[in-house]
């Protein structure tokens, strides 16, 4: 995936949304609370780091 999204940062930034958005969906009671666990934050910023500076920017606009 790394090599796949290598110097493409519009894409790098839309797996971090995707995955974002696929987390908050499954998160969350009643719209109540935080909709993205702590074990699926730490793992969307492992994968934000993997893919580079841009995918971790969106990390933290996203997720803090």
């Not at 839309?14 to 958005?21: F, N, Q, R, S, Y």
């Amino acid at each position: 995936l790394r090599s796949l999204l290598s110097g493409r940062d519009a894409q790098s930034r839309d797996v971090i949304d995707l995955c974002t958005d696929v987390a908050a969906a499954s998160g969350g009671f009643l719209g109540i609370g935080d909709k993205v666990s702590s074990s699926e934050r730490a793992v969307i910023r492992d994968i934000a780091q993997s893919l580079g500076d841009s995918a971790v920017a969106e990390f933290k606009k996203r997720l803090g």
